[in-house]
């Protein structure tokens, strides 16, 4: 059993910045890959990165290639997701996500899921 506790999200300006935390229960978070979604008003949750057990691989979403970075602490049981360049369409709500996969895109693959953060982004 994992349990996953998102932080970080807020208001900020287009263009500016965020960094969102995923702080993880249990002794077996390293043997998980981890996920970010989000869910803007009315649409689906969609994936927006992921990273797999080691750190070694990280996938995105193409809309956010070279603006957000993924990235795990095993030592804090933590996952991170940092935002730059931030865009109003990036406003929705971020999940984060554990999967027993490597890495995975699809959100079906995860298991465990954290109640969300709300991320609002002004023009």
């Known amino acids: 059993q994992v349990q996953l506790v998102e932080s970080g999200g807020g208001l900020v300006q287009a263009g500016g910045s965020l960094r969102l935390s995923c702080a993880a229960s249990?002794?077996?978070?390293?043997?998980?890959?981890m996920g970010w979604f989000r869910q803007a008003p009315g649409k689906e949750r969609v994936f927006v990165a992921a990273?797999?057990?080691?750190?070694?691989?990280?996938n995105y979403v193409d809309s956010v290639k070279g603006r957000f970075t993924i990235s795990r602490d095993d030592a804090k049981n933590t996952v991170y997701l940092q935002m730059n360049s931030l865009k109003p369409e990036g406003t929705a709500v971020y999940y984060c996500a554990a999967t027993t996969s490597s890495i995975a895109t699809m959100a079906n693959a995860y298991k465990y899921w954290g109640q969300g953060t709300q991320v609002t982004v002004a023009s």
């Open positions: 990273i797999n057990w080691s750190g070694s691989s990280t």
């Open positions: 249990g002794r077996t978070f390293g043997r998980y890959g």
